[in-house]
């Protein structure tokens, strides 16, 4: 029985980690993040040089996954994360074997202890937490670039005013769009100033460039500037005029979204107010109502 328990109590801890970690934002790879840079200069590695971890999260995101439904893998998410599909297919399935063993164990532990539970919990019990710790990795993914996605937006904002000011100083147009995403660390102005330094060394208009970045992590409003961008063309006036209307239009649709979470979260505030009010009522008015009632 104690060795039962010990058992129980690792495997325990070892799934506890495995949550933590996943819940945690893991960092990028040097390797993923130099090819992302230079991907003509810095060839993938072959499959044999990658390891054993890696290659069964590989072998599960080509023969597991599904384009749709709960086996479809996240990509663009991963891709705005700067996470690799073979480390998140090998956290699931760390945690789909963790949520399969975790109950038949418990079950198995509550018989030495000496009580009893239906034959059929260590089966549903297994599927059950096997399904929702599969999930979450997913949902987990999905929250972290929701929130990154909303913060490019607003950095994407104020990289765009720094390109006005840049074409209104007499900068060229690929000069503007390049120096604002050098003189500053953020994440959001390190993925711009990539794209546009693949597109320079790759010959490439850089418009072409922030459009794919928009489609790789799944930011609309690359993609809608890019293309407007082409249209218009390269000349300063009809450039100036496209990046003023798409920074106001940005700017009024982030206030919209403000102004709409501000109303939702106040609307939410209204339960626990009304308890807090309601308690307070029946803390004031219990003494005179008992006593009401007692003379009476």
């Known amino acids: 029985?104690?060795?039962?328990?010990?058992?129980?109590?690792?495997?325990?801890?070892?799934?506890?980690?495995?949550?933590?970690?996943?819940?945690?934002?893991?960092?990028?790879?040097?390797?993923?993040?130099?090819?992302?840079?230079?991907?003509?200069?810095?060839?993938?590695?072959?499959?044999?040089?990658?390891?054993?971890?890696?290659?069964?999260?590989?072998?599960?995101?080509?023969r597991v996954a599904r384009p749709v439904g709960m086996l479809a893998i996240p990509r663009t998410d991963l891709a705005l994360l700067a996470r690799l599909v073979e480390r998140f297919m090998l956290d699931k399935l760390a945690l789909f074997v963790t949520g399969f063993v975790v109950p038949p164990l418990f079950s198995a532990l509550v018989v030495?202890?000496?009580g009893s539970l239906p034959w059929t919990f260590p089966l549903v019990g297994a599927l059950v937490l096997a399904v929702v710790l599969w999930l979450v990795p997913d949902w987990n993914v999905r929250s972290q670039a929701r929130q990154r996605r909303r913060d490019f937006r607003y950095a994407f904002t104020s990289y765009l005013q720094l390109v006005v000011l840049e074409r209104e100083a007499g900068a060229a147009l690929n000069a503007a769009?390049?120096?604002?995403?050098?003189?500053?660390?953020?994440?959001?102005?390190?993925?711009?100033?990539?794209?546009?330094?693949?597109a320079r060394h790759g010959q490439e208009q850089p418009w072409r460039a922030l459009s794919r970045l928009g489609e790789e992590?799944?930011?609309?409003?690359?993609?809608?500037l890019a293309h407007t961008a082409e249209i218009a063309g390269n000349e300063g006036a009809k450039m100036h005029d496209v990046l003023v209307a798409k920074i106001s239009s940005m700017r009024h649709e982030a206030s919209a979204a403000a102004r709409a979470e501000a109303n939702s979260r106040t609307t939410a505030m209204w339960v626990p107010t009304s308890l807090l009010m309601l308690?307070?009522?029946?803390l004031v008015g219990f003494p005179f109502f008992s006593k009401l009632l007692a003379s009476g």
Do not use: Y
């Open 1 to 62: 029985m104690t060795g039962a328990a010990a058992a129980i109590g690792c495997l325990g801890a070892v799934g506890f980690i495995v949550l933590i970690r996943e819940l945690l934002p893991a960092p990028p790879r040097l390797d993923a993040a130099l090819a992302r840079i230079q991907p003509t200069l810095l060839p993938s590695p072959p499959a044999d040089d990658l390891k054993a971890g890696d290659r069964l999260g590989q072998w599960l995101a080509e």
């Open 112 to 114: 030495l202890a000496g």
């Open 177 to 198: 769009l390049e120096n604002p995403a050098k003189i500053t660390e953020g994440w959001p102005f390190q993925r711009i100033h990539q794209a546009l330094t693949r």
């Open 217 to 224: 992590i799944g930011v609309r409003d690359l993609i809608d």
């Open 279 to 282: 308690g307070f009522v029946i």
